[in-house]
């Protein structure tokens, strides 16, 4: 994974507009059978998701669909406009209905939760992209539509809904990046997670028994280990956030007696 960190929305914005929604002139004669918009996307995500996203530039996408480089330009103006191009791409939503769980709101979240980290781990180079000002296609529009309308029950204000989808994506995106960095460390340094701890093993053992780390001390054997789904504990504990702010919502809302009027009679 390269350090870097490209920008979403680099290129000229209104011509990655009309890119992503086919509104713009087509090359009026191709000079390839066989080169399309579409295609040059494809291959850009395909060595993004090879080498990372530094590899990415329009000559070595030019080389990987066997064309020169000016006959990309025909198409697509630079890296900028290519980088949303590849954005909206990936995040082309399943045909799959079910693919947002069945039920009700905290399901559809708990599968959006588990396919956006896949989609981080799928494309590692989204990491290196800042997304805080996208380009918006309609790959992107169509997934946001499908997970409002699965969690507008919840009863929230437009910003809340709007907010609800940004928390899920900002926790899995810390996720992503421990998960994905730790394996660019095992590749890097060419030692597995366990030789890594291993190596640490000796000086661990004897801080523990010093005796000036007692709470670290009594933690069970297991604390550390592979076994515990960090992930999903995390994700259980935003949703149960979640439910309890939209039941007091609810409750909130709930009509309360007239004003006046006499409690119930209480059976004696």
């Known amino acids: 994974m390269a350090s870097g960190t490209e920008t979403s929305g680099s290129g000229d914005i209104a011509r990655t507009i009309?890119?992503?929604?086919?509104?713009?002139?087509?090359?009026?004669?191709?000079?390839?059978?066989?080169?399309?918009?579409?295609?040059?996307?494809?291959?850009?995500?395909?060595?993004?998701?090879?080498?990372?996203l530094g590899a990415v530039s329009m000559r070595r996408i030019a080389t990987e669909l066997g064309t020169g480089t000016?006959?990309?330009?025909?198409?697509?103006?630079?890296?900028g406009e290519l980088l949303d191009?590849?954005?909206?791409?990936?995040?082309?939503?399943?045909?799959?209905?079910?693919?947002?769980?069945?039920?009700?709101?905290?399901?559809?979240?708990?599968?959006?939760?588990?396919?956006?980290?896949?989609?981080?781990?799928?494309?590692?180079?989204l990491l290196e992209v800042n997304q805080s000002r996208p380009v918006l296609g309609p790959s992107a529009l169509e997934g946001m539509e499908r997970v409002l309308s699965r969690i507008k029950p919840m009863g929230l204000t437009d910003p809340e809904l709007l907010s609800v989808i940004i928390m899920v994506d900002g926790?899995?995106?810390?996720?992503?990046?421990?998960?994905v960095y730790?394996?660019?460390?095992?590749?890097?340094?060419g030692l597995t997670d366990a030789q890594f701890w291993e190596a640490q093993e000796p000086m661990l053992v004897k801080a523990m028994t010093s005796g000036r780390y007692p709470v670290l001390a009594g933690m069970s054997e297991d604390t550390f280990g592979p076994g515990f789904d960090h992930f999903e504990f995390g994700l259980q504990r935003i949703l149960d956030g979640l439910e309890d702010?939209?039941?007091?919502?609810?409750?909130?809302?709930?009509p309360g007696p007239p004003a006046g009027s006499a409690p119930p009679e209480q059976p004696a």
């Open 18 to 52: 009309e890119l992503l929604w086919d509104t713009g002139r087509r090359p009026s004669r191709g000079p390839k059978p066989g080169l399309t918009l579409e295609r040059i996307v494809e291959a850009a995500v395909e060595v993004a998701d090879r080498e990372g």
């Open 70 to 79: 000016m006959s990309l330009y025909r198409y697509v103006p630079g890296k």
């Open 85 to 125: 191009l590849m954005l909206d791409r990936v995040q082309r939503p399943s045909e799959n209905p079910a693919d947002l769980g069945d039920g009700g709101w905290r399901p559809a979240l708990h599968a959006l939760g588990h396919a956006t980290l896949a989609l981080y781990r799928r494309h590692t180079w």
């Open 171 to 179: 926790y899995v995106v810390g996720a992503a990046r421990t998960q």
């Open 182 to 189: 730790a394996q660019e460390a095992e590749r890097s340094s």
């Open 245 to 254: 702010f939209v039941a007091a919502r609810n409750a909130a809302r709930a």
